[in-house]
């Protein structure tokens, strides 16, 4: 009998090899129009990156996967603090360590949600590397040529004045600016968290697809093609174009309320403005319309609410907070962040339809 079990170990490891090895292929399979966006956005990245000279910059990748750890590793470690908490205090596990480690096996142990996590990240890893490439040929492609006509057209969209001036009672406001600009670099962590929720879920479902495909093609659509097609610089950097003074007293708040509290968006945009000009090797990824920081948070929200109505409420007022955010910190005039929402909603919903008919085998 010990022999027969014995015998059975490596018969049995090689079983689940084996079906770990079929569930990665019919996710692969799942998400091979994914993994078709991402290539497509890669071998254009690089095509971009030899008439540029801006060829695709790996660093970004690794320092990418460096912040999708860095996620998973806090969001693993509250997650699992507040199983445990649950077990131990509202169950009364007897015990509540032994069945906690039970379940986190478990969790790990899914071949399914393992192979969903390794081609989820795979494509959006992939791609997110050549938004770096894309971004920072906009400029270079398309000088910026739009800025007088947006602020233009913000101007009559909002009654004759422009929308920084409807919240001067924010911009006067320095402990208000900084908490603006905490929420507008928070942005950031919260498409990271995103991402990395919508790739490791355990069911590939549909509306995980409508996600991750809106979020590509949001990238693809808005932050290449439609900037390049509308360049512009946004309003802090208006008066560096040689355009005027009419964002002068936007920008001399946001100076006086940096002496008050760091307002982190000013040596962003001295830096991103330095890279443009050429006086340091850095990033030259100047782009305002349509603003990404909005469409991305309207995609947040738009996921949100169709996994948790809180979740969604939550997410909605992020999403008018970056809106708010985008103004008030000079970097983009309303109507951008007027596109970008409404681009986000129609690619979602183009996505939606999309999967309703043509959905991959499989996805549920």
Not at 112 to 127: K, V
Not at 150 to 175: C, K, T, Y
Request: aromatic residues 14%; charged residues 15%; glycine residues 10%.
């Amino acid at each position: 009998m010990e022999n027969s079990a014995a015998a059975s170990t490596p018969l049995a490891r090689t079983a689940v090899g084996r079906a770990f090895l079929i569930s990665l292929a019919d996710a692969f399979r799942r998400h091979r129009l994914l993994h078709a966006m991402a290539v497509g956005a890669l071998i254009l990245a690089t095509v971009i990156g030899m008439r540029t000279g801006n060829m695709p910059d790996f660093g970004v990748l690794t320092e990418y996967i460096q912040y999708l750890f860095i996620a998973f590793w806090i969001c693993g470690c509250v997650f699992a603090l507040g199983i445990f908490l649950h077990l131990a205090l509202v169950k009364r596990d007897t015990e509540p360590l032994g069945t906690f480690l039970k379940s986190l096996g478990g969790f790990f142990g899914d071949a399914e949600r393992t192979a969903n996590s390794l081609n989820g990240l795979a494509a959006s890893i992939a791609f997110m590397s050549a938004v770096g490439v894309l971004k920072g040929a906009i400029a270079i492609l398309s000088p910026f040529a739009w800025d007088k006509a947006l602020a233009h057209a913000d101007r009559i969209l909002h009654f004759g004045r422009a929308p920084d001036e409807w919240l001067w009672f924010v911009v006067q406001s320095p402990l208000a600016l900084r908490m603006f600009n905490i929420a507008y670099n928070f942005w950031f962590i919260v498409l990271i968290a995103t991402v990395f929720t919508a790739c490791i879920t355990r069911n590939d479902t549909k509306l995980r697809h409508q996600f991750l495909m809106s979020f590509m093609l949001i990238w693809t659509l808005g932050g290449f093609f439609l900037a390049m097609g509308l360049s512009s610089a946004g309003p802090c950097f208006y008066e560096r174009l040689g355009l005027g003074g009419d964002f002068r007293p936007l920008m001399q708040a946001l100076a006086a309320a940096d002496r008050i509290y760091p307002i982190w968006a000013l040596s962003t945009q001295d830096m991103l403005w330095s890279g443009y000009t050429g006086a340091t090797d850095g990033s030259i990824g100047i782009s305002a319309f349509p603003s990404m920081h909005v469409a991305m948070a309207v995609l947040f929200a738009l996921y949100a609410t169709r996994r948790s109505r809180p979740a969604g409420i939550l997410m909605w007022a992020f999403a008018g907070i970056i809106m708010i955010g985008s103004v008030v910190l000079g970097w983009h005039y309303a109507i951008d962040g007027y596109a970008g929402a409404l681009l986000s909603i129609a690619i979602w919903k183009a996505c939606g339809y999309f999967l309703t008919r043509f959905a991959p085998d499989g996805v549920a």
